[in-house]
Each structure stands twice: as C-alpha cells, then as structure tokens.
C-alpha cells in the first residue's frame, strides 16, 4: 500500500500509465519508452496470464474466417452454389480470366484434391468451361461460363452485403491499415505455401529459415 501511494504520489510528474504494468515499471525504474510502447499495445484475452501477441493473432483470424464463413454460408442459400468455394472460384474467374486449374487452385489457396472436386463440380452444373491450352495441350484451361456469370450476377447483391458486415465497423482509414496488414502477411505466407512442403516438415522447415525477429 506504501508502494502504491508513492506511485501514485510520484506519478503525477512522470509519465508512467496508471496500470498495473505502469506500477511495475515504476518499481523496477523502467524508462519512459517502455511506458510509451505499453499504451501502445492493445488488450487481448489472457494476456496477464503471458498469453502471447502471435497466440492471440492466430486466435483472432481463424475467428475471423469463421466469421466470414457463416455470412458467406448466407449469401448463398437458394442458389446453384454448394459451398462459399464455389462462388470464390467464379468470382476469380471472373476477375482475373481464364487460367489453368493448379493456377486456380492456388489462388484459391487450396490443395490440389480439395481444388480439383469444386472444379469438377462447377464443370458438372455448367458455371465454368474447360478448353485445351494453346502452349501444353495436356493442360486444361478453366472460364467462368455464360451460365456462370447469370447465376454469379443473381447472387453478386447478397455477396456485397455478406462482405460488407464482414468490415464490420471499421472506419476506411482503418480498413485501409488493415488491408496493408493483411497484405503484408499474406506476402510471408504465399510462398512458403506454393511449395508445398509436406505436413510433417512444414513448421520445422519454416522456423529454420526464418528468425521471426520481424518488423
């Protein structure tokens, strides 16, 4: 209690936050940075209990993609489309052209099996057509279909909803930030899952390679 009142005595010509980490800083004569980085961070669950910034990181965005899920799951209920995949293949398709299946499959970021069943079953419901590649004639190039762009256009309302209340409330200078984040991670993450390494090498590969000592 002595401590405390000193604390809280001493604190009104020092700059240390008036939280627990401020008082412990001040008891261990922290500097003035270390204040400034603690009401820098955020609050997370568990982190008086030592729960780190990349468990909470890992948390908070498989949340988010199950989140995501659920609305994607809506927008497309009463449709001709089977899983959110479905329409996020078209989408693609439709945005960027025709391209060979492993292209399309990774842009997806789906493994082959996983990739090549939603692409047999678009070509079944008709939504997307498959033609021989010009350059590799053992290649089959995939576009989305007549079809597929009506049913696509019919569902396009209800998407731009379901991603709409998936930004949530954020303001647009902090979808913005977001968004370079996001890129940024992505950026780390895309190469090291175009190669493919196997399950049982794939952490200890990738912690090899990589101190994490990144900014």
């Not at 890129?183 to 952490?203: G, M, V």
Request: hydrophobic share 35%.
């Amino acid at each position: 209690m002595t401590l405390l009142e000193e604390f809280e005595s001493d604190n009104k010509t020092s700059s240390y936050p008036s939280t627990i980490e401020g008082f412990k800083l001040w008891v261990s004569g922290g500097k003035k940075v270390d204040c400034e980085n603690i009401l820098d961070e955020p609050y997370w669950e568990g982190k008086e209990n030592g729960r780190t910034a990349e468990s909470a990181i890992s948390t908070l965005l498989v949340h988010l993609n199950r989140y995501a899920k659920t609305y994607s799951k809506s927008a497309i209920i009463n449709s001709e489309f089977s899983t959110q995949e479905d329409f996020i293949y078209l989408i693609n398709l439709k945005a960027f052209g025709e391209m060979n299946k492993m292209a399309l499959i990774k842009k997806n970021i789906h493994d082959k099996p996983v990739g090549m069943l939603i692409i047999a079953r678009l070509l079944r419901q008709k939504l997307v057509e498959q033609t021989e590649c010009d350059v590799d004639k053992r290649s089959k190039l995939i576009r989305i279909s007549e079809k597929g762009l009506v049913v696509i256009e019919r569902q396009m309302e209800k998407i731009r909803q379901a991603t709409n209340i998936v930004a949530g409330n954020l303001t647009h200078k902090e979808k913005m930030d977001l968004i370079r984040i996001l890129n940024k991670l992505d950026a780390f993450h895309y190469p090291i899952f175009s190669r493919n390494i196997h399950s049982d090498e794939l952490i200890s590969t990738v912690y090899d390679e990589y101190t994490f000592n990144i900014s």
